[in-house]
């Protein structure tokens, strides 16, 4: 349990931190957005791309980790759509509720990576964005694309949502680049790495920035079970399928790990964008992310 603290403590402090920049006025609110964007469109792609194109997949359980994590993202959506049905949920309640439970904030989990398994761990991490950030954007534009006000048309309507995420296009570049390309220039690695140095930090002081005093949705019970569903279940199924696949160590770390960080705040952005219920997304992201510093540790606890 104590070696959980230090890295869980940090990333605590710097969304707590974030959140009382915004709160206090030091950093007035109209400053964020463009922080926000700069994070989500410039520095978090670049070390998404560098780490996926400098990683070295060599003995890697690339296939086990990889289809463990898509098996958890298409269980969540079968799960939200179970929900909707049941309890009768409105398309853009549906929505977000897809979001809250495929979309993860990836800022968090890289911040953790390191510090909990080792910077050996890391290509391991890569493996989990290439096979969670793309399906996690197909599934939410997708439902999006059908159920929000702003109604996407047509194949190419949704191609073009999808070309335009650039976490989507950093990490199929990345891929693309590790399996086709030489190595890196050293220039660009570091002018890269540079850019990574100030992405996770800025990363977390967004996420807390983010975090909304929101009124509280109409239905408390589907916030309450997709908090449920993201924060407990879905760590709890990808550690019962690594297990099964013998998947042990640093590998099912980065598993249970990578399901068990809060949904991402850019979820917002894109329900707002999309036509999505925004209100209840806000609330989604809040309180996943509230408590997900108590849950993280106790889904931790299943590996180390």
């Known amino acids: 349990m104590l070696q959980l603290v230090t890295p869980l403590a940090s990333v605590a402090l710097l969304i707590l931190l974030g959140w009382a920049l915004r709160r206090s006025g030091f950093l007035p609110a109209e400053s964020w957005p463009p922080i926000e964007r700069l994070?989500?469109?410039?520095?978090?792609?670049?070390?998404?791309?560098?780490?996926?194109?400098?990683?070295?997949?060599?003995?890697?359980?690339?296939?086990?980790?990889?289809?463990?994590?898509?098996?958890?993202?298409?269980?969540?959506?079968?799960?939200?759509?179970?929900?909707?049905?049941?309890?009768h949920v409105p398309g853009q309640s549906y929505s977000s509720a897809v979001q809250g439970v495929v979309r993860w904030n990836s800022y968090v989990f890289f911040a953790l990576v390191p510090g909990l398994f080792g910077a050996a761990a890391v290509p391991l991490g890569a493996v989990a964005v290439a096979a969670m950030v793309p399906l996690a954007n197909l599934l939410s534009v997708a439902a999006l694309a059908r159920y929000g006000r702003a109604r996407v048309h047509g194949l190419g309507g949704f191609l073009r949502a999808m070309a335009s995420n650039p976490l989507v296009v950093a990490t199929l570049a990345g891929v693309a680049w590790n399996q086709l390309a030489p190595p890196l220039p050293e220039i660009a690695a570091v002018s890269l790495e540079t850019l990574g140095k100030a992405t996770l930090s800025l990363g977390l002081l967004t996420v807390g920035a983010g975090l909304r005093t929101v009124a509280m949705p109409g239905s408390l019970r589907l916030l309450a079970a997709v908090s449920a569903l993201k924060l407990l279940v879905k760590p709890l199924l990808a550690f019962a399928l690594g297990s099964l696949l013998g998947l042990g160590g640093a590998a099912l770390g980065v598993i249970v790990l990578a399901t068990a960080v809060p949904t991402a705040t850019s979820a917002y952005i894109l329900a707002r964008i999309l036509g999505g219920d925004a209100e209840l997304m806000a609330a989604i992201i809040t309180i996943t992310t509230l408590l997900a510093l108590?849950?993280?540790?106790l889904m931790l606890l299943l590996v180390t």
């Open 39 to 87: 994070v989500y469109f410039v520095l978090f792609p670049a070390l998404l791309f560098l780490e996926l194109a400098r990683a070295d997949f060599t003995g890697l359980p690339v296939l086990e980790l990889g289809g463990v994590l898509i098996a958890a993202q298409l269980s969540m959506a079968a799960a939200a759509s179970a929900v909707r049905r049941r309890w």
């Open 294 to 297: 108590l849950t993280m540790p």
